[in-house]
């Protein structure tokens, strides 16, 4: 997190300069906006929308509601474009210019004015909607939003009405025929019930019902009674032994005559005389035949009697047929009112069965015969139901059309601005700053993006696939001239990076140390500094060390050390001087340099000479340490020469200035002619990028140095 976090401040720090001058491009621009921007004042107010509490008639409330056709579709939606509408806007034109104090004057905004300034918007989750205007005119702003809120509600008002005017006038002309109407059901009603003689029909089914089961039981009743007689005829007549009714009668009337009864007891006196007598005498007898002549006699009188009382079938009726006796008679009397109740009680049963059946049929009829009376029953009630409707709707109407009822209403008006509302300093600078941050932070990211130069050690070791040395830090100007020296080898903080470069370059070197040619890509990645600064540290741990020169175009050592330019290796390499002759001594103690001496025109021609080959043979053979500062591999040869007679070439990077793909070429280069590459050196890295390769030493000075640098 912590590598991240410096890799970002090292990239903003990078690219700070041109992200600043876009983010006060910005700023810079919205001031300007505020400037030059004019001034508006914005006034709004609220109405709310009620469709259910506006008409104390129920056809008013209907009036009023708004009808919602499909998911999508709101009513506050609908009454927002209705507000914007060309009727209403004209009208509120009107108010508004009637509610100026001086009337004749215009007010200077037309109708396609004040449709495009006109903003209408719905509260979420209420039933408000807010018109709102903008002008540079705060009075005029509000005046106008007043009147376009009036005359909404003015139109809502005569649209309501209008449509109450409609509803009535429809009712009236549809209230004569539903009269009509009714009344022909009326009447083809009435008629049906005189026909079919149905006047209540749940009533008079109820009573058929009712009398069926009555007649049922009656039924049951007269059917249980008649088992009975039936069941006690045929016992009496058994016991009777008659077969008939009328000889019944006749036996019992001919036992109760007096005569008869007379004529019966001498008639069994002569019977038993004669039986007396033939018991004692035979049949010839004189007293046996008196007696018989006697008996007919009584029987012929007997019978003449008999003929009397019952003249029907006199011959059939015998004394064995007469109901003599009590008990005779009384059985035989009730024989013959049994047979009577009998006969009544079928002839009563037969009427019950007629009425039953008589019921049932006009039970199982009145159904059918009521479906036509339901029908118009119906139909009556329909229009009876219908012309109250329409009688109620029409007073509704009357009601809803004199009240001039609306389903807006004003709750909060609007009021004159006391601030501008447009533009808002505030949220313009704010939205600049924020877009100014965007766009840095856009051009931060394109700048890296477009940048194909090295950006710190890490990506230069992944880049080379060549070991990191060290990385150097960039070196105030003070102790860029190493005279007098103890500016820069008195500072821990700057010797200890060449120091660790130093060990660097002995510990991955298989044998000593001895020659190092020093260069880099391109010009200004700091070789000459670093070749420098390198022996001025090697010069410190004891090592006698010499710096030459060979860069014959831009010479620039004998500038760090404030030395005459010749004689040098010019000199040295054409014959005109020895080595030990050129060589020049420095404030450091074991430092020596070889500066370029006589500028050449030819400079190729004498680093490529026997002489120059001589020449560092000899060096190396007298100093423990030589270093060669060469020219840049992208402007000449003259490294891949001298570094043939070297132990390797050291590159010298500098972040943020050595071009990745120059880099890359001049490595492949030196590697494709087998010239070997000791590493890699990072050279001139900031104080934060510094801190996240290594941890300061500034802590670990000792106090003189420290008072003698702040002495400095």
């Known amino acids: 997190m912590d590598k991240g976090f410096w890799s970002v401040l090292t990239v903003v720090k990078r690219r700070g300069l041109p992200a600043l001058l876009t983010f006060t491009a910005v700023i810079v621009g919205a001031v300007a906006y505020l400037r030059v921007t004019p001034r508006l004042y914005s006034s709004s107010a609220r109405l709310i929308f009620d469709d259910s509490r506006v008409s104390v008639s129920e056809l008013g409330r209907d009036l009023t509601q708004t009808s919602v056709i499909g998911p999508g579709n709101s009513p506050l939606a609908n009454q927002a474009e209705l507000i914007r509408s060309e009727r209403v806007l004209s009208e509120a034109l009107t108010i508004a210019q009637n509610a100026k104090p001086v009337p004749e004057q215009p007010l200077g905004v037309t109708v396609d004015e004040l449709s495009r300034g006109i903003k209408v918007r719905t509260i979420p989750a209420t039933s408000l909607l807010e018109i709102s205007y903008q002008s540079s005119d705060p009075k005029l702003a509000a005046r106008l939003v007043n009147a376009v809120a009036m005359a909404t509600i003015r139109d809502n008002i005569k649209s309501i009405s209008s449509e109450a005017t409609k509803v009535r006038e429809f009712l009236q002309q549809q209230l004569p025929q539903a009269r009509s109407q009714l009344q022909a059901a009326e009447v083809a009603e009435n008629n049906y019930r005189q026909q079919s003689s149905i006047v209540n029909f749940d009533e008079q089914t109820k009573t058929l019902v009712q009398s069926v089961a009555a007649l049922e039981e009656q039924k049951r009743a007269l059917a249980t009674q008649l088992e009975e007689a039936n069941s006690r005829d045929a016992s009496l007549r058994q016991i009777t032994q008659a077969n008939a009714l009328d000889k019944a009668y006749e036996s019992v009337r001919s036992g109760q005559d007096q005569e008869l009864q007379k004529l019966r007891a001498r008639l069994t006196d002569q019977e038993t005389a004669l039986i007396e007598a033939r018991l004692k005498f035979t049949e010839d007898h004189p007293n046996v035949i008196k007696l018989r002549e006697q008996r007919d006699a009584l029987r012929n009188l007997y019978s003449q009697q008999l003929a009397r009382v019952a003249p029907v079938n006199t011959q059939a009726n015998t004394s064995n047929n007469v109901a003599g006796d009590q008990i005779s008679q009384d059985l035989t009397s009730r024989l013959i009112i049994n047979e009577i109740e009998r006969g009544a009680i079928a002839d009563k049963l037969r009427l019950v069965q007629i009425n039953l059946a008589q019921l049932q049929n006009r039970l199982t009829q009145l159904p059918i015969q009521q479906q036509p009376l339901t029908a118009l029953i119906r139909r009556r009630e329909e229009t009876a139901a219908s012309l109250k409707f329409l009688q109620a709707k029409l007073e509704e109407a009357r009601i809803a059309e004199a009240q001039k009822v609306s389903n807006l209403q004003i709750i909060q008006a609007a009021r004159v601005p006391n601030e501008p509302n447009s533009p808002k300093p505030n949220v313009v600078l704010a939205l600049a700053g924020a877009f100014g941050i965007f766009l840095a932070t856009g051009v931060i990211i394109l700048l890296e993006v477009m940048d194909n130069t090295l950006r710190d050690a890490s990506e230069a070791e992944e880049l080379l696939k060549l070991p990191l040395l060290g990385v150097l830090p960039r070196l105030p100007a003070r102790t860029l001239v190493l005279e007098p020296a103890d500016r820069f080898l008195d500072n821990i903080g700057l010797v200890e990076p060449y120091r ?213």
């Open 500 to 712: 660790m470069l130093f060990k660097s370059l002995e510990f991955r070197t298989p044998e000593d140390l001895r020659l190092l040619v020093v260069s880099s890509t391109i010009s200004g990645e700091g070789k000459s500094i670093v070749a420098s600064h390198l022996g001025a540290v090697s010069a410190m741990l004891s090592r006698r060390t010499l710096i030459i020169d060979a860069d014959l175009r831009r010479p620039v050592q004998h500038t760090i050390f404030n030395l005459p330019a010749k004689p040098g290796v010019s000199d040295v390499v054409q014959g005109n001087i020895s080595l030990k002759e050129a060589v020049q001594s420095t404030q450091i103690e074991n430092l020596s340099v070889l500066t370029c001496g006589e500028l050449h025109g030819r400079p190729s021609q004498i680093l490529e000479s026997a002489a120059m080959k001589n020449l560092i043979s000899e060096a190396s053979a007298d100093y423990d340490f030589v270093i060669i500062d060469t020219p840049p591999l992208s402007a000449c040869a003259d490294t891949a020469t001298l570094a043939k007679e070297s132990e390797g070439v050291l590159m010298v990077t500098r972040p943020n200035f050595t071009i990745k793909e120059v880099l890359q070429r001049a490595v492949s280069e030196l590697n494709n002619n087998r010239i070997p590459i000791v590493g890699v050196v990072v050279n001139g890295m900031t104080s934060l990028t510094e801190q996240y390769y290594r941890y300061p030493v500034n802590g670990y000075q000792t106090k003189r140095l420290k008072a003698k640098r702040e002495h400095v």
